[in-house]
């Protein structure tokens, strides 16, 4: 997916060598973390970020040094298709639309989840903001194209010899979402990792190796169709069902009564016309970094951030921000009115961005996935983003997903992981030429190997190298690296 209108994402790199206090565990120096603030950013490219483990928190995106922090934070996505609720989730549906219906308002507290359930991103990290830049936004607007066409085609001048067939093309263009059998998808987990569902031990959730639990009304109505078919032919409205229709009839009730219910039944459930309280939502563009994108193939409300507030009988209790991103809904944070706590609102609002997640992926169907932002198994408060499943880790060394039942023994001897487990396996999007990084320097747009050489000064190669590795080399050949 190409950025809409030309924009294109600029960004001023802060490296991370200092140790601040963390959120999770109080450690005063324990928190490490890359940083760069965005001053603008296309919704592509973030997504390619957020897949190599960053995350954003208004202009400040951060991605943790995983091997040295001191509660190693891993990107969690939820795979919204295939997602089916829990008895927790459902709990907490039903107890809104029965205080929707009936104005139950019972100050039951919530064992599934904190309350801070989408914040404790922003607010428990303690991020070590550089402040808001200083960088005025005249240095920020490149010149014309023309000026940065001879100026990256300048290097080609010089004499020097470039090596050729064993540098491999990254294409700056959109993800692949279809590749050939041999090529793992990306964002998908690696052929090496076979999922296996192990008996659960005791008190530690249901064995996903067996069926579902039927219920005893449905085991009933099985039973009363299995007695229809001992009749050769039955009477429907004046008209013969033959044997074999019958056969159809009951494989079609069966697969109707064994179907659990999807999160949309319990969502879009039809309130009684005296229902004591009404609910409604509404959606925002909100001011973010990203660049706001509307294309043909997209959502009707296109891509970016957005404000989705929750309004009660005319007051608004909660707002959520979210980004809407080519492959997935990604979860910002939510804040709220707590006097509305009891209605476990963290928990109704994932379940209501990953139905929003669904909707749009029927106009949009690259859109699959809801991000969750980090799963910090080291803080056993911050573990109930596992409970939405199916849902995929990020490992942190080759950025391929792993299902989370493949890590979490993992996670159980080490607080840091890598969750490919084919030993040779290495990050396909790693730099390969740091020359093809991207600069903005002195409003002019050029390649690393220019900017390099039209520099005054201590080398700042060491730097530029550690921002490349971090972002990939997609990315550092798309995005701007501000240079002053």
Known sequence: MAAAGGSATIVEYFGGEDGYRCGYCKNETGNLSHGMWAHSMTVQDYQDLIDRGWRRSGKYVYKPIMNQTCCPQYTIRCQALHFQTSKSHKKVLKKMLKFLSKGDASKVASEEEPMDSHIEDVVACDLAYKGDSHVSQSELTPLSMDHTERVENEDQHTGEKKEEGNVQKVESDSLQLHADKETPVPGEPSHSAKVVHAPPKPGKGADLSKPLCRKAKDIRKERKLQKLLQNQTCTVEGSQLQAADQVFLLQNSKSKTNQPKTIEDFVFVSLPDDAQHKLEFTRFLCDSPLEAENVPNGPECGYGSFHQQYWLDGKIIAVGVI??????????????????????????????????????????????????????????????????????????????????????????????????????????????????????????????????????????????????????????????????
């Not at 391929?400 to 001897?413: A, D, F, G, K, R």
């Open 323 to 484: 980004d809407i991103l080519p492959y997935c809904v990604s979860s910002v944070y939510l804040y709220y009115d707590p006097d509305y706590s009891f209605l476990s609102l963290g928990v109704y609002s994932a379940l209501r961005e990953i139905t929003f997640t669904r909707q749009l992926h029927e106009k949009a169907p690259d859109i699959c996935f809801y991000y969750m932002g980090f799963y910090i198994h080291s803080c056993p408060k911050m573990r109930y983003k596992g409970q939405y499943r199916p849902s995929d880790l990020l490992c942190p060394e080759t950025y391929v997903w792993t299902p989370i039942e493949q890590c979490l023994p993992l996670l159980e001897h080490s607080k840091y992981c890598r969750f490919n487990q084919d030993g040779k396996a290495v990050d396909e999007g790693r730099i390969k030429e740091l020359g093809r990084v991207r600069v903005l320097h002195k409003r002019t747009v050029m390649p690393y190997s220019v900017y390099k050489k039209r520099r005054k000064g201590p080398s700042d190669e060491a730097s530029v190298q550690q921002y490349a590795s971090l972002v990939g080399q997609t990315c550092s050949e798309r995005m701007l690296l501000f240079r002053s």
